[in-house]
């Protein structure tokens, strides 16, 4: 690791547990109130380290960056005077496993889509689904995942560079905000998504790159960037505007490809009969992507 990777891995940690500190009140974590008005709103430091079960030295050592040689039952004492979720305790131990330099990780499949896996993509007839990395680079499509996408695949932005990613289309993109009706959710969720995967591949030059151009280039991306929240992807209801079927609520399975490090397949399944199933279809006959009668 160089001295400057150092220096961003120690301000990533600094950041994450500050932020983390400054949002939980004493009357929240359970410790009495004394005296003259407080100068903080959140928890001191000396009250994390008494939470945790470690000297205020070491604790002030830990948030200062480095997280180097803290064992599990630290991080676990760590997490739970912070109060952190599943996901922020999940970016702690990245954080702490990428100060070491055996904490690498297996190197990402983030360009490249095995020919098994696009087979099976394009198997998927009825249903839109597509391939990204944890950059938000979508690899693959099948015909009607790029037509529910097509506001995305058909913008400016990708004009001249490629491959096609949401993030830069949700922050750097004006018809974004027609395609996500839920803006302000998806930006936040866009953000948390990348700050946990900049704990997972802290060494990936790309994802920084991305990462500053849209601190640079957008106030929105670059004011949620500093909150350093984390979130996991997993499943959930995407609302989102197409131009030629309106509003959808789409139910979605985010699913990990175990066997190609770095990505996921993200799959839309509305329910039988459902006002999306029937745009969907419709969808599906306007780009030939379906051959049987409903």
């Not at 991080?75 to 005077?81: C, E, N, Q, T, Y």
């Not at 996901?87 to 055996?102: C, G, N, P, V, W």
């Not at 790029?146 to 913008?155: F, G, K, N, Q």
């Not at 609520?249 to 039988?272: F, H, N």
Request: hydrophobic letters at 40%; aromatic letters at 8%; charged letters at 25%.
């Amino acid at each position: 690791m160089t001295d400057s990777e150092r220096r961003e891995q120690a301000d990533a940690v600094r950041e994450f547990l500050g932020t983390r500190r400054a949002r939980i009140t004493p009357q929240q974590a359970g410790l009495p109130v004394f005296g003259a008005k407080r100068r903080v709103t959140g928890l001191r430091r000396e009250e994390v380290a008494l939470l945790a079960g470690v000297s205020i030295d070491y604790y002030i050592r830990l948030e200062r960056g480095n997280l180097s040689g803290a064992s599990d039952s630290v991080l676990d004492s760590l997490s739970h005077a912070l109060q952190l979720d599943d996901a922020e305790r999940a970016h702690l131990y990245d954080l702490a496993r990428a100060a070491t330099a055996s904490g690498r990780r297996p190197s990402a499949a983030y360009g490249r889509v095995r020919p098994v896996v696009l087979r099976t993509l394009d198997a998927m007839t009825d249903l839109p689904a597509y391939i990204r990395n944890g950059r938000f680079d979508i690899l693959a499509a099948n015909s009607l995942g790029r037509a529910l996408y097509a506001p995305v695949y058909d913008s400016p932005l990708f004009a001249q560079r490629g491959p096609v990613n949401t993030a830069r289309f949700l922050f750097l993109d004006p018809g974004s905000a027609d395609f996500w009706p839920e803006w302000e959710k998806a930006a936040n969720d866009s953000v948390a998504f990348l700050r946990t995967e900049t704990g997972r591949s802290p060494r990936d030059r790309s994802l920084t790159d991305l990462i500053g151009e849209l601190s640079t280039k957008s106030d929105e991306f670059a004011r949620r960037w500093a909150r350093h929240d984390v979130k996991f992807q997993c499943s959930g209801v995407k609302q989102l505007r197409h131009p030629l079927l309106g509003n959808l609520a789409l139910p979605y399975e985010a699913l990990e490809l175990l066997a190609d490090p770095g990505l996921r397949i993200t799959v839309y399944a509305p329910e039988p009969d459902s006002p999306e199933r029937q745009s969907l279809d419709l969808l599906a006959g306007w780009t030939g992507s379906i051959a049987h009668e409903r």
